[in-house]
């Protein structure tokens, strides 16, 4: 923006000077003037082009930068004064009786290197970038940068027009020019918020966020940052390899090869990295990485981590031991007593038997939330699996028919179909002896597994909290079976659903199908013994 305006006034100047020395009789006046007045041509091109840098690598022209582009106009400036050796000015450059500058086309060597060498060479670099930015941007952008190319493509139009001598001597279609493009540019304005407000909010928002943000060239070097990598990481860091910085402060991988351990000063961060490729132009193209601090993350997933480990232990052995030895007295009471006390002891053998199996799956909570991937294979494996790990005694049956199909799934899904089948036979009661069905049904793209058992269904409490994801003191389940159902499904991209009817409960649980050639087995029929 303050080149544009930088432009536009120089603009203004140059039509001012223009009609002032062209209405001015005095000679060393009109000269005096247009030593400002040609100054202001080369001074319009560097603005041009100093706006075109700007806007499209979107930061600012370091001040050196812009005095080194002003410089040359400077010398000319002074140099125009004395014009030592016509550098300037030639013999012909005077001004007549009637009070008009006669200047030659050309004029002296630094006259002719600044104006139209120097000039014509920024302009020319000004509309390259502009055409550049308009054919590798679209939306927005792209409009925006149209609008610069037609003010731009209207002022080097009558340039080229003053230069081809298609207009009066005295009279500067340029000048004019500048106040149309003035215009245009403030409709711009108002119509895109040309250069008022996304720029701004990309640079500022770049700045702000509280990720850490390198912007990586093809050769692996840093060539920006924004202010908190550059807190982070220092401020010198750019022009260094990327490898480099990273390897100087951060002294290991935490976990995935996506978590960065860093530490400084007796600090340790734990960030998570990001990388995007960008191009910009043809054939190049760079990174941008971001580091995102996940410190108070990952210190929550230890202490989870711990937790698991300690209630895995806990309920493995200190529990299940115990309740081992409650449930072995109570059966020496049991024996060795009668009536009241033995119908005690009785109960108590049978809830000390019921909390140990509870310990027990308790215990395999750490087997489910060990492994964070999934695995490919038939699903026949977990079922036949699962059918080692249950004992049935007849008339109570369960029969399957399974499809032979392929499926990626948690790696202990067994533990889930075992923990359906065992749910069902040991909440089964009624006068029917259990009768529990294993199947499949097959679509294009999916497998359902199906339990279904004909007992008195599956309490309505217990289904509620599954679909809550949360136990509370007054909406709880009986135990926690079939939080391990839900966690291993959950984890094999599946859904967990249920029906009861009158005749029973029906589990489903539909699972993402592999590609393979699609064979149906028979079904078994054959009761586990």
Known sequence: MLWFI?????????AFLFATFTLVSDPGLTLALANFFWVMIPTAAVTMFLLAYEFVFKHNVSRRVAVASFLPILVL???????????????????????????????????????????????????????????????????QTLYLLVIFSMLVLSTVVKVAELVPVYFDLTSV??????????????????????????????????????????????????????????????????????????????????????????????????????????????????????????KRENELDLLKQILSRVFRHNIRNDLNVI???????????????????????????KIVKQA??????????????????PLREDIEKAREGYQVTPPAAVS?????????????????????????????????????????ELTDTSVTLVVEDNGPGLPSVEVSVLKAQEETDLQHGSGIGLWLVHWIVARSNGELTTEVTESGTKIKIPLPRLPQNQTTSEADGVPAQ
């Open 327 to 353: 449930s072995g007295y109570a059966q020496i009471i049991e024996d060795a007593s009668s009536g009241d006390i033995a119908e005690w002891a009785e109960r108590i053998n049978d809830r000390s038997t």
């Open 77 to 143: 400036f002074v140099v125009s004064w004395f014009n030592p050796d016509n550098l300037v000015y030639t013999p012909e450059y005077h001004v007549g009786p009637n009070g008009y500058l006669h200047a030659p086309d050309l004029g002296g060597p630094l006259k002719i290197f600044v104006t139209k060498i120097y000039g014509y060479l920024l302009v020319f670099l000004a509309a390259g970038m502009f055409v550049g930015e308009a054919l590798r941007t679209n939306g927005t952008h792209r409009r």
């Open 177 to 298: 020019v500048y106040s149309f493009s003035g215009v245009f540019f403030a409709f711009s304005i108002s119509k895109n918020g040309f250069m008022k407000f996304v720029p701004v909010a990309r640079e500022q928002t770049f700045q702000e966020v509280s990720d850490a943000i390198f912007v990586i060239n093809p050769e692996g070097n840093i060539v920006d940052v924004n202010d908190a990598a550059g807190q982070l990481f220092g401020a010198g860091i750019i022009g260094q390899q990327i490898d480099a910085v990273l390897s100087e402060h951060v002294t290991s991988t935490g976990g995935a090869a996506s978590t960065l351990e860093f530490r400084r000063n007796d600090e340790t961060r734990f960030f998570s990295v990001q990388t995007s490729t960008i191009a910009y132009g043809r054939g190049l193209e760079g990174e941008i990485m971001v580091l995102s601090d996940i410190t108070a993350l990952k």
């Open 6 to 14: 930088l432009s536009m006034a120089t603009g203004g100047a140059w």
């Open 400 to 440: 399957f028919d399974i499809d032979d199909v392929e499926v990626e799934v948690h790696p202990r899904f067994d533990l889930a179909v075992l923990e359906l089948i065992d749910n069902a036979l040991t909440h089964h009661h009624g006068s029917e002896p259990a009768d529990i069905v294993v199947s499949t």
């Open 360 to 377: 027990e799956k308790a215990g395999k909570i750490e087997s489910v939330f060990s492994y964070d991937e999934t695995v490919q294979r």
